[in-house]
C-alpha cells in the first residue's frame, strides 16, 4: 500500500507509529483513575486463575524448561521458588494465566489480552524496578494495543475474527505485540524504540487452534510464548534491533500475512487509531465469573435466578436453553454427550451439564466462587448421578434475541417446566462480568481467594490481594513480588 501524506506532505504515520506515540503519551501522563482501577481487577483476577492453575501440567513444563535455560535471577515466576530472566518468568506466568481458560476476554474479538500483555509487563516491571503505576499504565496500553489489532480483522458479516475463521489464535499473535509494547513502555524506550519493538514481535507471535478441535494442550502455551516474545521483542529493540514501521499495513506485513486477501488496509487503519486514547477498548473487557466456556455463563446465571426464585430443581419436568446460534455447536452438539459429558473438562463446555450446576449450586459452600466453580468441574462432579438427571432435562435451542445479540454479548433464555405445569423463564441478556455488569472489586476478590486458597496459607493469600489493590501506589513492584512467593513458598 503506498505510504498516504499528510496535508504538509510529509508522510503520515503508520499505524505502528500512532501506536508507539500513544504508548509514549500515556507514559508520560496520569492513567484516567477508572482505567488504573479496572486494570488493578485485571491483575488480581489473572493472579488468582494463575496460582489456581499450578497443578496443571503445561504450567509445570514451562517452569521445568526455564530452570535448565537458566539466566539472570531478576524477575519471578509463579510457583518457582526462584527468580528468572524477565523472558523465562512471562513465559511461565503467560502459560498459567491461560491455563484453565478462566482469563478475560474482550468482545467482539474474543481476545483475551491480559493473558499475554500482563505477565511481560509484570516480568518487565520488576527487572527495572518500575513503580506500580507505570506497571498499570504499561499493562493498559498493552492491553489496548491487542485488543486493537483483534478488532481490526473482526468482520461484522462474519461475526467473527478472520484470524479465528483461518485457524490463527489471535490472543496470541496480537498479545505478542501488546506484550512488546507493554515491556517496551517500562524499559523507557522511545517512540522510535517502541516502534521497533513493535515490529519485531510482529515476526514472533504464533498459535494455531487446531487443538481446540482435535485435542492437546500447547494452546495453554500459546500466551505464555507470546508474552515471552514480548519481552524479548523490546529487549531487542533496546539493543538495537530494528523493525519496519509498515510492518501492520505493508504489502508484507502482519494483516496480509495473516489474513491474505480479506484483509483491507483502511478498515485496519481505522480500527487501530480510531480515538486512540479517547476511547478504550481496555474498557470492553469481561471477567468469567465461572470457570467453564465463556458461551454457558448467561445459562448459569439464569438457572442460579431460577433457584433464587424459589425453583426446586426435583420439581422441573424440563428446561428449555436458548442460545445464541452460533454457540450451538461448541455447547449443545452432539446432544447426547452434552447431556453426559466423559468428564469434568467436557462439562464446562456442556450447556445442560452447565444450567442443572447452576441449579443446583449452593452460593455459601465452601469453594462455591460466585455460584459456580471449579469444584463443579471435576470428573466426579460430571458423573454426579443428580445433575446428570437434570442435564438430561435440558434442551438447546437457538434464540432468535440471543442471536442478534452475539458475539457483543453470550445471552441466553432459560424456560423451566414445573410439575404442576407451571413454566418459568429467565432472560440473561447481559453477561455478568461484562462492562454493563462488571463484576466488582468485592466480587473479583471473592474470585481470586476461591482460585488462590488451595495455593497457599490463607493469610498470605490474602496479603497478596492486599498488595495487588494497592499497586497503584507503590513505589516498585518488590512488596508484590514478595507476597506472591510467599504464597507458594511460605517465605
Known sequence: MPASTRNDGAPAPTPAQHLARFAVAVRGGTLRPDLAEKTTGHLLDLLGNSLAALGERPGAAVRELVAEWGGAPVASAIGSPVRLPAPSAALVNGTLAHSLDFDDTHLPSVLHPSSPVLPAALATAEAVGASGAALLAASAVGVEVACRLGMAQYDAELGNSVFFDRGLHATAICGAIGAAVAAAMLRGLDEDGICHAIGIA????????????????????????????????????????????????????FFQAFCGDRFDPELVAAAVTDGLGERWELSRLFVKPYPCNHFTHAG???????????????????????????????????????????????????????????????????????????????????????????????????????TATFPHQFPAVLTAELDDGTTLTERVMVNRGSPEDPLDADELTAKFLANALGAGADAAVKELADEVWKIGSAQDTAGLARALSAVVTGT
Open 202 to 253: 510482529a515476526s514472533m507471535g504464533s498459535g494455531i487452534i487446531e487443538a481446540n478441535r482435535t485435542g492437546g494442550t500447547v494452546k495453554r502455551v500459546h500466551c505464555g510464548w507470546a508474552a515471552h516474545a514480548g519481552v524479548i521483542a523490546a529487549e531487542l529493540a533496546r539493543l538495537g534491533l530494528t523493525g519496519p514501521p509498515t510492518v501492520l499495513e505493508g504489502r508484507f506485513g
Open 300 to 402: 448459569v446465571d439464569a438457572a442460579m435466578r431460577l433457584r433464587r426464585r424459589g425453583v426446586d430443581p426435583a420439581r422441573v419436568t424440563a428446561l428449555t436453553l436458548g442460545v445464541p446460534a452460533p454457540v450451538l455447536r461448541t455447547i449443545a452438539e452432539p446432544a447426547a454427550e452434552k447431556a453426559r459429558p466423559r468428564s469434568g473438562y467436557h462439562a464446562a463446555f456442556s450447556g445442560p451439564y452447565t444450567v442443572a450446576a447452576g441449579l443446583l449450586a449452593d452460593p455459601a459452600a465452601p469453594g462455591a466462587g460466585l455460584g459456580v466453580f471449579h469444584k463443579d468441574f471435576t470428573d466426579e462432579a460430571a458423573a454426579d448421578p443428580a445433575r446428570l438427571d437434570l442435564a438430561a432435562r435440558v434442551t438447546c435451542v437457538a434464540d432468535e434475541e440471543c
